[in-house]
């Protein structure tokens, strides 16, 4: 019989909110992700901020977020010429991710960011790779509807 522990968590992530994945190009993305597999396009900008252009696509109630980076030498250029693309983050939706950064902070969990900024799904916040066991951990506070 496999044995179940029960788990008390103060954490108030409520779904995976989407996966970035880190494309050559929009369009190269879009064609898989939206022409062959048929998620469905919700939208897309330029995050200048991020160094990236970004497409969101739905697939039931999450996302896939695909990134093209806008010049080779950022983070998500640096990706795409490391590893050629692929999985690139995980991001978690909340309701208040000031206060789901506060709480990795006082985990001591090491930070990007050190407060919420804008991004495409909203008010978001990145944790560090290296301290999340090398899955780059993404929050995001949708903007309300
Ligand atoms: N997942 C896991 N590890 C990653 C990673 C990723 N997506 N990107 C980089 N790394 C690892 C590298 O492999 C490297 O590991 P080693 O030291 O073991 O070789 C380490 O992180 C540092 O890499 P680096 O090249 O020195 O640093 P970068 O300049 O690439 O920065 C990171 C890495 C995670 C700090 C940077 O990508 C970042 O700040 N990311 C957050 C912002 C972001 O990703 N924005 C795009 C999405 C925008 C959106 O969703 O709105």
Known sequence: MPRSSAVTSSSMLKKIHHVGVVVPSLDAGLK???????????????IEEQGVRAALLKAGESEI???EPLDSDNAVGKFLARRGGGLHHVCFETD????ELDAARAKGIQLI?????????????????KATRGVLVEYAQPPAE
């Open 32 to 46: 898989f992700w939206r022409d062959t597999l048929g998620l469905q396009f919700t939208k897309s900008a330029t």
């Open 65 to 67: 977020e695909l990134l």
């Open 96 to 99: 208040d991710v000031a206060r």
């Open 113 to 129: 960011d050190q407060k919420p900024r804008h991004g495409l799904a909203g008010m978001i916040c990145f944790l560090h790779p």
